[in-house]
């Protein structure tokens, strides 16, 4: 039996009818609210639309998101591509690590978990971070680290455990 408590918008005073146990709720009974700061322009298939929704996008200067484009290797994925700029507007153009903003020529996007150990090419798998920040990452030698804070250190050790390294502990400088 369906009850007024699963139901929405019917009032008490309405009664619901079951007829062969099909239950029917009468249309006099149920409101509608009209959905709020909702915007009919706003359409991926117009000219407009997109261009309402691109002058939405604030996280991160057109000109500066334009240039980050300019850097990325041909040679990889479309797919990371992508994603790679999605990430670096996600990020508002900062480095995943240091939380330093990112000039577009010193930004590489980077797998969380390699290649090589069956990372994937998704969003999820991906983080921006600067170029001075890849041999702290890399380095199968590095012990200590400096000018990181504890949670930056978190973070690196994050991406260091993905590669199979042992994390930093201590304090190392960033070049």
């Known amino acids: 039996m369906i009850s007024k408590k699963k139901t929405t918008g019917i009032r008490d005073c309405k009664k619901i009818y079951r007829i062969m146990d099909i239950h029917m709720l009468p249309i006099t009974g149920v409101h509608h609210k009209s959905p709020m700061n909702f915007s009919q322009e706003i359409c991926n298939y117009t000219e407009k639309g997109r261009k309402k929704i691109?002058?939405?996008q604030?996280?991160?200067e057109s000109s500066?998101?334009?240039?980050?484009?300019?850097?990325?290797n041909e040679d990889d994925t479309i797919e990371f591509r992508n994603?790679?700029?999605s990430k670096f507007v996600a990020q508002y153009g900062k480095c995943y690590i240091t939380g330093n903003e990112l000039e577009p020529e010193n930004a590489v996007g980077i797998r969380i978990k390699p290649k090589e150990r069956n990372g994937t090419d998704d969003y999820s798998n991906i983080v921006i971070v600067?170029?001075?920040v890849i041999p702290l990452i890399e380095d199968k030698n590095a012990d200590y680290c400096s000018n990181?804070?504890?949670k930056q250190k978190v973070k690196l050790n994050r991406l260091r455990r993905a590669r199979k390294l042992k994390?930093?502990?201590g304090t190392c400088k960033l070049a």
């Open 83 to 85: 994603n790679v700029v």
């Open 148 to 150: 990181l804070s504890e």
């Open 58 to 60: 604030r996280a991160v």
């Open 64 to 72: 500066k998101l334009k240039a980050f484009q300019m850097f990325l």
């Open 167 to 169: 994390p930093v502990k």
């Open 130 to 132: 600067s170029k001075a």
């Open 54 to 56: 691109h002058n939405n």
